[in-house]
């Protein structure tokens, strides 16, 4: 069985400041991991994804997300924040069947000051 | 290109009334179909999937139903709703292929059950 939980259900940064949303997750076969991000009102958008090639992995958006199998964690980072960047990310875990279904983590809302 | 519908955008309806919510993908062909859950923060809860016309997985049971009568049309339905099934569903698609296939999701369906 697999799972994702992403610490701190509300993140709160300044203009400009680095974004840091964490995410741990389990797995018992070597995962495929994913950050999406969720606008009001709207579905998902996929920021990126980790495919067992280069351990950091760039997005959209200027995000990028490093896995490290030894702390079984996919931190999700931006250096400077933008006020666009206020969302809901999460992060997920695929089980690597051929069917493809994603555990999601609860989320993380970010929000960003002026 | 691919694109998903889902509509309506938002439903208020009564507890113990019927639910049909419909999703279509246009500009693929077999790909496989998910509904989410979002209550918040409870994160994303799959419900269910279909890999091909008239195949259902369930991942958790419950009072809603999902039907595939055509390729690319995904049916979520239910005969009485409960409180409990309020939410905002996405349905969402992915290419019948591999794990590391992301997921494109539609813009979500609101239903406040009253």
């Known amino acids: 069985a697999q799972s994702v939980t992403q610490l701190g259900s509300h993140v709160s940064v300044s203009e400009g400041a680095l974004v840091l949303l964490r995410c741990n997750y389990s797995?018992?076969?070597?995962?495929?991991l994913f950050w999406y991000v969720q606008y009001p009102n709207q579905g998902l958008q996929l920021l990126l994804k980790?495919?067992?090639?280069?351990?950091l992995v760039k997005g959209i958006n200027g995000f990028e997300a490093e896995f490290k199998k030894s702390e079984t964690s996919f931190h999700l980072t931006k250096p400077s924040a933008h006020m666009s960047d206020a969302a809901e990310y999460f992060c997920?875990?695929?089980?690597?069947?051929?069917?493809?279904?994603?555990?999601f983590g609860k989320g993380t809302l970010l929000t960003v000051n002026p | 290109s691919q694109t998903i519908h889902q509509w309506p955008a938002t439903l208020v309806q009564p507890v113990g009334s019927p639910l049909s919510l419909e999703c279509t993908v246009e500009?693929?062909?077999?790909?496989?179909l998910y509904w989410y859950r979002q209550a918040a923060g409870r994160g994303l809860q799959l419900l269910f999937y279909?890999?091909?016309?008239?195949?259902i997985s369930s991942e958790v049971p419950q009072n809603l139903s999902a039907s595939r009568p055509q390729d690319r049309q995904f049916i979520l339905s239910s005969k009485k709703l409960l409180l409990s099934d309020s939410g905002f569903y996405l349905c969402?698609?992915?290419?019948?292929?591999?794990?590391?296939?992301?997921?494109?999701f539609g813009s979500g369906t609101q239903l406040s059950v009253l």
């Open positions: 969402a698609w992915s290419d019948n292929g591999g794990a590391d296939e992301k997921l494109f």
């Open positions: 797995s018992s076969v070597p995962p495929y």
């Open positions: 980790y495919t067992s090639a280069a351990t």
């Open positions: 997920a875990v695929s089980d690597g069947g051929s069917n493809y279904k994603l555990t």
């Open positions: 500009g693929t062909s077999n790909p496989n």
């Open positions: 279909s890999v091909g016309i008239g195949q």
